[in-house]
């Protein structure tokens, strides 16, 4: 009776393990990025004290949700902006952006007219596609666009955030 109640333990003790192991990813890890990926069209996108971090850099081109999440304690936004060409190395770009308050980047200088009075670019100006207006911290938000193959940058232009490096280079391919 002792080996029959033994056993049996034996096998409920597996079965609970191939359960638990069934929410796993591959690698026996949960799987926190599923759906997300280039091949999902699926971005996350964490906001926060001056840095713009999408958990993806490139995605194929059509539709691209942004999924937002503010980790920070104050407001943020993020808009879709389209660049005609961006140099490679974003940290020559980043010290670029803190010595001329007009952009960091030359060929949309004049597109991205910075306005010293109110501390942010001219959103006249910059060709957004889209963006996740301001969410406060701790909240979320999200946008869906259609976009062609290109460069963009995803950009906070609340006061003084753009210029303090909360922006981001992202990539679509055909």
Known sequence: MGLKTSRSMQVVGFVILMAALAGCGAGGAPTSKQGTGPQSGVVKVDVH???????????????????????????????????????????????????????????????????????????????????????EGGTSGEVTLDLPAGTYLLLCNLPNHFQSGMWAKFTVTR
């Not at 140099?87 to 010290?95: H, S, Y």
């Not at 007219?113 to 963006?131: C, I, K, Q």
């Open 49 to 135: 004290a001056f840095e713009v971090e999408p958990d993806i850099t490139t995605a194929h081109a059509g539709p691209v949700t942004f999924h937002v999440t503010n980790t920070d304690v104050q407001k943020h936004e993020m808009l879709v902006v389209p660049l005609p060409d961006a140099p490679a190395d974003k940290g020559n770009v980043k010290a670029a952006a803190h010595a001329a308050p007009a952009g960091p980047l030359e060929e949309v200088m004049s597109r991205m007219v910075y306005d010293p009075a109110v501390l942010r670019l001219n959103e006249d100006h910059l060709g957004s596609l889209g963006e996740v207006a301001e969410i």
